[in-house]
């Protein structure tokens, strides 16, 4: 089964964090299917790879909490078809 969660980069008190789509059982930290996004929670910055996250959306990805609220942000789940809507 394959997540959307987020990957913890940059350096010590100054995390950013990259949105991948990953193995369910990989680390936090392992390697990833693709990266699909990034965000910085300290400037408030996200970068969206909009159509890479619908594909793994269709394909029955899972968004992890925090990533579900990144991506309700950006209204990515109302660009989904109507009948994969179970986010909301």
Known sequence: MVKLRLKRCGRKQRAVYRIVAIDVRS??????????GFYDPLKNQT????PAILYFLEKGAQPTGTV???LKKAEIFKELRPNQTKFN
């Open 47 to 50: 970068y969206l790879n909009v």
């Open 68 to 70: 579900q609220d990144i």
């Open 27 to 36: 680390r936090r930290e392992g390697k990833d299917l693709r990266k699909v």
